[in-house]
């Protein structure tokens, strides 16, 4: 595993400021970890392909220092956890990190490391963005329409974990009180989860969205929910929603219906929306353009941003991070996918893109930009993996040798740029 461009530099680490800001080295310390399953494989191309953008960006005067931090199955087989406390302390100094997809059993066995991760560090932003690449298969008619970025709040809602097995004592006790303080008759055989969503972490979430939307000159912030049904968890974050835009950010959004009365009043201005979770479902596919950042409940947006993805070619070139109000993790979105672990198939794209977030996350623009193109450009020609090459029809090109091509067209692009 390439470790750095520049081996000889004296380790720096990221630092927290004054208001969260973050201090960035010319050659920080990041953490990665591996990932089980292919993961190994599509982290190292990652790196490798990260460490080329840095290098044709800056010419050496920045790079990155990766640290490995063990997590999931290889760290359970050396240490008997999953997530050693050694490797939370490790991403806590790096305060910036990247991950593979790692294993999260169904039904049994240990808690999901990602939930994990989000509740340690109070990464409460999971973030999506969702576009398209051309040449890409896809099974919509115009998927070029695509353009989005999902804010899902990751630190509560059902995803908090609090439920009881049916045949637990904390379940009978609850069935119990239920029965009995408010007259909800359960049957002994019902397992209770508890769905929290409260006002500080919906209006975090939201807020986080509205600044994307500003700093990033985009059109709209749809908050999406279930409020019909669910009124006092869904529906009160669509209201708190609708509170931070107006108390927070007067001068800079609008809602909807007054936008729609006199759109040339408000041409400035960010639209607020919002839309009923299914019917979200529905529009994102006939009325794709209309949207633009989405900020949504965590269970809500673990769907929706799946069902985006796969307008677009699916979660093997769909990017995500985990961010909070200072740290943030990157990572590939999709599964570990075992059947295909070390045989260098799989598609990086995800990470790599991941990578690109990652790189804009410590203001390294420059290097992002000449990334993304790249990948870009080698859809465009059709430099595929496995996936999407049997749908095609074409050739596939191994994950490493994946990698290979970004670099060179990074490279090239470097060329035509000194010419």
């Not at 081996?7 to 400021?17: C, L, N, P, V, W």
């Not at 089980?36 to 460490?51: E, H, K, L, Q, R």
């Not at 004592?169 to 969503?197: H, M, S």
């Not at 410590?362 to 790249?374: D, V």
């Amino acid at each position: 595993m390439e470790k750095s461009i520049t081996k000889e530099r004296t380790m720096a680490y990221i630092s927290i400021g004054e208001n969260n800001r973050l201090n960035i080295p010319d050659n920080p310390n990041i953490g990665y970890i591996e990932g089980d399953g292919i993961g190994p494989d599509i982290t190292s191309t990652m790196i490798s392909v990260v460490n080329a953008a840095l290098e044709i960006a800056y010419s050496g005067k920045r790079s990155i220092i990766w640290e490995k931090v063990a997590a999931g199955e290889d760290a359970f087989e050396k240490t008997g956890k999953h997530l050693p406390q050694e490797s939370l302390e490790l991403l806590q100094k790096t305060v910036i990190a990247i991950k593979g997809p790692l294993t999260t059993p169904i039904g049994q066995g240990f808690r999901s490391l990602n939930v994990t991760l989000r509740q340690h560090f109070d990464l409460y932003a999971n973030v999506r963005p969702v576009k398209y690449f051309p040449g890409v298969p896809s099974p919509v008619t115009h998927p070029e329409k695509m353009n989005m970025v999902v804010f899902r709040e990751n630190t509560e809602d059902l995803y908090a974990g609090i439920e009881w097995k049916y045949n637990s004592e904390e379940a009978k006790k609850l069935r119990t009180i239920l029965t009995k303080e408010f007259n909800v008759n359960l049957t002994e055989d019902t397992g209770i989860g508890i769905k929290p969503i409260s006002k500080f972490r919906s209006t975090r979430l939201v807020r986080k969205a509205i600044e994307y939307a500003i700093k990033n000159k985009r059109r709209s912030v749809t908050l999406v929910h279930k409020g019909n049904i669910m009124k006092y968890t869904e529906g009160a974050f669509k209201e708190w929603g609708y509170e931070v835009a107006s108390e927070e950010f007067e001068d800079k959004t609008v809602r909807e219906d007054a936008y729609l009365e006199s759109p040339g009043s408000y041409q400035d201005r960010i639209v607020i929306k919002d839309r009923i979770t299914d019917n979200m479902f529905q529009q994102v596919l006939t009325r794709t353009e209309d949207y633009d950042i989405i900020a949504t409940t965590n269970l809500n947006g673990d769907y929706l941003s799946d069902a985006l993805a796969a307008q677009v070619g699916g979660l093997g070139i769909a990017p995500g991070a985990n961010i909070g109000d200072t740290y943030a993790i990157f990572e590939a979105v999709h599964g570990t996918a075992p059947k295909y672990a070390g045989m260098d198939i799989a598609n990086p794209t995800s990470i790599i893109l991941s990578g690109s977030m990652m790189l804009r996350q410590i203001n390294w623009f420059e290097a992002a930009q000449i990334l993304e193109e790249a990948v870009t450009q080698c859809y465009a020609e059709q430099k595929v993996t496995q996936d999407l090459a049997r749908i095609l029809n074409i050739k596939p090109l191994k994950c490493s040798e994946f990698g290979k091509e970004i670099i060179s067209r990074m490279r090239g692009r470097k060329d035509q740029l000194a010419n």
